[in-house]
């Protein structure tokens, strides 16, 4: 999958993962053009899981 998809699939799935990863906020899950790796990064951070677990996440969602 590629990024342009995972950004959609990604926009879909917001809510969800808030749910999932209580200490996820608004901001965290929200990214501008062009940002998306460091919006991963910062759910990196907050959830301890690497960027590439972050991708598959949302590719399999």
Do not use: C, H, P, S
């Amino acid at each position: 999958m590629n990024e342009d998809q995972l950004e959609g699939k990604w926009k879909q799935m917001r809510g969800d993962f808030k749910q999932k990863y209580g200490e996820v906020t608004d901001d965290d899950t929200t990214y501008t053009e062009g940002k998306f790796e460091e919006m991963l990064g910062r759910l990196q951070e907050k959830t301890g899981k690497t960027k590439e677990e972050l991708k598959r996440e949302i590719d399999n969602w």
